[in-house]
């Protein structure tokens, strides 16, 4: 194996795969959160106070980190605006 690593030809092999796999992984997980966000809107009716309140809390975090995702977008585009 430590061979192979040495060989140019198979780190960038070995790259693309990784890549590849990566790239199929994420997109299972955007294809499943429409699914997985409906269940934990579920949860909020739970009768179980403690199941209530982590898919409340979840909820929350999430919502807030698509926030800053969504304004450090609009500042790297409006900072690639401004280079131009």
């Not at 060989?7 to 299972?28: H, I, M, P, T």
């Not at 609009?74 to 690639?80: C, F, I, N, S, T």
Request: with cysteine.
């Amino acid at each position: 194996m430590y061979s192979w690593l040495k060989q140019e030809n198979f780190r960038q092999e070995l790259k693309c795969q990784r890549d590849e796999l990566v790239r199929g992984a994420l997109d299972s997980l955007k294809a499943n959160v429409t699914r997985a966000t409906e269940t934990l809107v579920k949860l909020l009716t739970s009768k179980s106070e403690p199941i209530k309140a982590r898919a409340a809390e979840d909820i929350i975090e999430f919502a807030q980190k698509a926030i800053e995702h969504e304004e450090l977008e609009k500042r790297v585009q409006a900072l690639e605006e401004r280079l131009r």
